[in-house]
């Protein structure tokens, strides 16, 4: 059975973050499934550390992004979801291609939500691994 209680197209999804950071750092909905959704994004100038590595905080905002947009995915429309907290572990560096951030639930409350997302590279090798959880709140007045 499917997580999702609104409509997946891709077309509806990558509209969400036009004219955000999602926008300016070049991620978009690429993949899902009845339980996941991913979200790439380009190892390139926008997204690198001064060393010419996958920045760090590129991979969170990678993380947050996928996991804050499935989140909002699995709620009623009379409700919208907040991050909480996030982690990040970077186990490995990457200086080009494309990353595939895969956000999947470990739980699905009325008031919390909690995601793993794993971050890979094209040879779908761990880059970085994440653990977000979100505020699950109630629309005040009319949606």
């Known amino acids: 059975m499917s997580i999702w209680k609104r409509e997946l197209e891709f077309s509806l999804l990558n509209a969400r ?12 909905v690429v993949g899902f499934d009845e339980h996941s959704l991913t979200m790439s994004m380009p190892v390139d100038h926008r997204t690198h550390q001064p060393l ?6 590129a991979s969170v905002a990678l993380a947050e992004s996928v996991g804050s947009m499935a989140a909002n995915l699995c709620v009623p429309k009379d409700c919208y979801c907040v991050g909480l907290d996030i982690n990040a572990n970077h186990v490995k560096a990457v200086r080009t291609g494309t990353v595939f951030a895969k956000a999947s639930p470990l739980h699905l409350g009325g008031t919390t939500q909690v995601w793993q997302i794993e971050i890979r590279d094209e040879r779908e090798q761990l880059i970085c691994v994440s653990r977000l959880t979100m505020a699950v709140r109630k629309h005040k007045g009319k949606v």
């Not at 010419?52 to 905080?57: D, P, S, V």
């Open 17 to 28: 973050g036009e004219g955000t950071m999602v926008q300016q750092l070049g991620m978009e």
């Open 52 to 57: 010419g590595l996958l920045h760090g905080g």
